[in-house]
């Protein structure tokens, strides 16, 4: 049986002598370095390899700790245990000089390797029985591994995403990166570990292949790098873990010791805290039983006050202070734009719902504020936004839309009130709150430089729709092109990317995605297995969109493609006669039930949509750069 790469070494020998001035394994040269965590490398001032195996066990570790002058043992235990057997072996057979060894001779000689016989014989017992209960257990779920693989799709970065973990520290992590992981093709009764390089990375997931196989991929596997079975290199010698090669290859070399330093000299590997990393860029501040000012989702034009219910991945689910039975509830991150402290309402001038609850609850306390994001400030001394100014912005009820818009109210600290044309309510419940700096909102003639499909107002007869006429018929100006955001960060995004996107329709729902157009900063977000009349207008920095695997690693519901059942379900419904819009939305709910675009309108749930504007340049109403779509 096979348990170490050292094992089958032709330079390593096993006796049964208690003297430890025997030959072991010679050690590597110095010139050859053992790998280093950061892609460095380093060898021993003695000029003696850094690893070493177990000659009782098997295990491989750091040569330092081993015990024995002559480092030959992992612990205290293995090296009494091997001069037990070896000093029973050599009494019998000085009691038996002359005699061929007796049975029990025999036995004590090879009492190790019967013990790890019984404990494998165990093992595949034990594997048997978890073979029957699998097998009574249907396998099912997505698996982008699969999905990306069959279709040779590309994931968007994690550094695409600062808001997510790891998205600010994710470093170079890139193919030919190599880790210790556990190996799957091993009949061992313990679990052990082998290296692995990255073939293919897609987002947090990896394509791995362990070392030894070359250019054979018949056991290359995915996995999420940020998982905690995923190490540095060097982890397993220092945590006392065994190394051992997949059992389909292990008669490949028969000196695997050389055969790893040879191929890890130079390569890189995982930081040495990437897991306390990981750890640490999951930990989210906002805690359950904070209070904090959220928009009404049935009124659009005021907030309320919701209590954190749950944090998932830096999700929260508000549940509104009134609910009794807490199922009134609102999805959103914790870097929303549609979440303020206690108060923020008032300090402002917004409009907002008072509580009939006239004290708090038992455990319930304010969230601090600073916890919110930060808006950008603004000067609104000068020149500035102005009631009736128009300007074109995306719809919070239908998200695949860019509409013709106005402004109907400034508010203190930069914020503005804004209804779309032709489909408000008369009293005003159904405007929507944007900053200045959003990059939601953009100036006259963003849509038809950047070759976008402007939503004119409802009812409004002169089509194709122009901006000169319509201020003219209206007798309205628009805002200034100066005032709107136009910074486009290098975010890293490119057209055919996948991601994991929030249905901002109905928020609690995390799906498989698309990134279909790029516009500046404004990202096209299509759900993959949906007709484009579900696309949204998402912002690059958006804190609704994930890397491939977030679902995954914070034990979120990932919503996989619609099946094509659903798809032909949902084409037939489409070419229905869309109803009028309702200030309450619930939202298609594409991943849970098959509904028609029209009632999609009429539900409970509301959500904003973060967009984008870009660089200013020459001319009145179109200072945008134009982009081929």
């Not at 001032?45 to 330092?64: F, I």
């Not at 749950?310 to 509104?320: D, N």
């Not at 018929?473 to 628009?478: L, N, Q, V, W």
Request: glycine share 6%; with cysteine; charged share 25%.
């Amino acid at each position: 049986m096979f348990d170490g790469y050292d094992s089958c070494s032709e330079d390593t020998s096993s006796s049964s002598s208690s003297d430890e001035s025997e030959e072991e394994v010679a050690p590597l040269p110095s010139s050859l370095p053992i790998i280093k965590n950061n892609g460095q490398v380093y060898t021993y001032p003695d000029g003696k390899s850094g690893m070493a195996t177990c000659e009782m066990c098997g295990m491989v570790g750091v040569r330092d700790a081993f015990y024995s002058k002559t480092k030959r043992f992992c612990s205290v235990s293995c090296s009494r245990s091997y001069s037990s057997n070896s000093k029973k072996a050599s009494i019998l057979a000085r009691l038996q000089v002359g005699k061929p060894p007796t049975k029990k001779a025999k036995v004590l000689q090879k009492q190790p390797l019967v013990a790890k016989l019984a404990a494998y014989a165990q093992y595949q017992a034990t594997l048997q029985n978890q073979a029957k209960t699998k097998a009574a257990v249907p396998v099912e779920g997505f698996s982008w591994g699969n999905y990306i693989n069959s279709n040779s799709f590309t994931a968007a970065p994690v550094t695409c995403f600062k808001h997510a973990p790891m998205g600010t520290c994710w470093g170079d992590i890139a193919e030919g990166v190599r880790v210790e992981v556990p190996n799957t093709d091993c009949s061992l009764p313990t679990k052990v570990f082998w290296i692995a390089g990255i073939v293919k990375l897609a987002g947090y997931n990896a394509l791995l292949r362990y070392e030894g196989f070359e250019n054979d991929s018949s056991l290359d596997f995915w996995c999420n790098i940020c998982g905690s079975d995923i190490h540095p290199v060097g982890w397993c010698a220092t945590s006392g873990k065994p190394l051992v090669p997949p059992r389909t290859i292990q008669h490949k070399y028969t000196n695997w010791k050389t055969f790893l330093v040879k191929r890890l000299t130079g390569a890189k590997t995982l930081p040495p805290d990437f897991s306390q990393k990981v750890s640490e860029s999951m930990q989210y501040p906002f805690k359950t039983s904070m209070r904090v000012e959220v928009v009404d989702k049935t009124h659009l034009c005021r907030t309320r006050v919701a209590v954190v219910e749950s944090v998932i991945g830096g999700r929260l689910r508000l549940v509104y202070e009134e609910s009794e039975d807490k199922t009134d509830d609102f999805w959103c991150h914790m870097y929303s734009p549609l979440i303020h402290h206690i108060g923020w309402s008032r300090s402002i001038g917004h409009r907002f719902k008072r509580s009939d609850i006239t004290k708090k609850q038992d455990g319930h306390f304010d969230a601090p504020s600073h916890l919110f994001m930060k808006v950008k400030e603004v000067d609104a001394a000068g020149e500035w936004f102005k009631e009736g100014m128009k300007l074109e912005a995306i719809d919070p009820l239908n998200l695949s839309a860019i509409c013709v818009a106005t402004i109907r109210k400034v508010l203190a600290d930069g914020y503005l009130m804004i209804g779309i044309d032709g489909s408000e309510a008369a009293d005003g419940s159904d405007w929507f709150c944007y900053h200045a700096t959003s990059p939601s909102i953009f100036p006259v003639g963003f849509c038809e430089i950047n070759m976008i499909e402007l939503t004119p107002p409802r009812g409004y007869a002169k089509l194709p729709f122009k901006w000169f006429d319509y201020l003219r018929e209206t007798d309205s100006i628009a805002a200034p092109v100066k005032l709107f955001n136009k910074e486009v960060p290098n975010h890293g995004f490119h057209v055919g990317m996948k991601l994991e996107a929030v249905d901002l329709m109905e928020p609690r729902l995390v799906c498989v995605a698309t990134v279909t157009r790029i516009i500046h900063r404004l990202l096209r977000i299509h759900f993959d297995g949906w007709e484009d009349e579900y696309d949204q207008w998402v912002d690059c920095e958006s804190p609704d969109l994930y890397p491939v695997g977030w679902c995954q690693l914070t034990g979120y519901q990932l919503q996989p493609p619609a099946p094509q059942s659903s798809r032909d379900s949902q084409s037939s419904s489409s070419k229905q006669k869309k109803k009028a819009k309702s200030q309450q939305y619930k939202g298609h709910k594409k991943m849970t039930s098959l509904q028609l675009k029209e009632e999609l309108l009429d539900g409970e749930e509301y959500s904003f949509l973060q967009g984008a504007s870009d660089q200013e340049s020459n001319g009145s109403a179109s200072y945008y750069i134009k982009q081929e779509p």
